[in-house]
């Protein structure tokens, strides 16, 4: 497994501001992932972040208001650009290790809200 | 209709009962199966993880994938408070478009009683 912490933890914005959100990960991995998890719903990838190239991005998430960077093995980052209080909710980060892709292990998620 | 289905609960059960969650699915690609369990206010937390069909048990957890029946399962054997949690299922195809990308369930509250 692998030990991942997000900052900020939580955050409370007003509308049309943006939010960066810091992943750190305390080993090299392949890939990293950040999801979304609305208020009692489960969790929606929004994209992968790839070292070295741009983030590849599911139907419905954009990169202009979801942008990602992904600088080093252990680092990425998340912005949610021009917000409105439907993206008020949980964004959580995730790695997959070792040779199979499909074992993730996330983060502690980061708590937005916005006003 | 969602690829992956779980039913919402709450699921109450006594402490010491066998707790029985489920997920079904309509994608025949997906290979791997995983449930996670998530505290109030915390990340997922992987549990368990299967390849195709069987069984596969770790301690008080064991999983069951059917995939002709596009069914899978999870069993706590001798519930404790400490399994009060929401587990969510997740799953993924063996496809090169695909690799790392789970489709979750909407996860199931379970609250054991003491």
């Known amino acids: 497994s692998a030990v991942i912490s997000q900052k900020p933890s939580r955050d409370i914005c007003q509308r049309g501001t943006s939010l960066t959100i810091q992943c750190q990960v305390d080993s090299q991995v392949t890939m990293m992932f950040w999801y979304r998890q609305q208020p009692g719903q489960s969790l929606t990838l929004i994209a992968t972040a790839n070292q070295g190239s741009e983030a590849t991005y599911e139907s419905g998430f954009v990169i202009d208001k979801f942008p990602i960077s992904r600088p080093n093995l252990t680092f990425s980052t998340l912005t949610v650009s021009n917000m409105s209080p439907e993206d008020s909710s949980i964004y959580l980060c995730?790695?997959?290790?070792?040779?199979?892709?499909?074992?993730?292990?996330f983060g502690p998620g980061t708590r937005l809200t916005v006003l | 209709q969602k690829e992956v289905e779980q039913d919402p609960g709450p699921l109450s059960v006594p402490e010491g009962a066998i707790v029985s969650l489920n997920c079904t699915y309509s994608n025949s690609a997906f290979q791997y199966f995983m449930w996670y369990r998530q505290y109030s206010r915390k990340g997922p937390e992987l549990l368990m993880y299967t390849y195709s069909s069987g069984n596969k048990e770790d301690g008080r957890f064991t999983a069951q994938v059917d995939k002709s029946s596009k069914y899978i399962s999870l069993f706590i054997r001798d519930s404790q408070p400490s399994d009060s949690a929401t587990y969510l299922c997740a799953m993924s195809a063996m496809r090169s478009d695909s690799w790392g990308k789970l489709q979750f369930g909407a996860g199931t509250q379970v609250v054991v009683t003491p």
């Open positions: 995730s790695v997959a290790t070792g040779g199979v892709l499909n074992e993730q292990f």
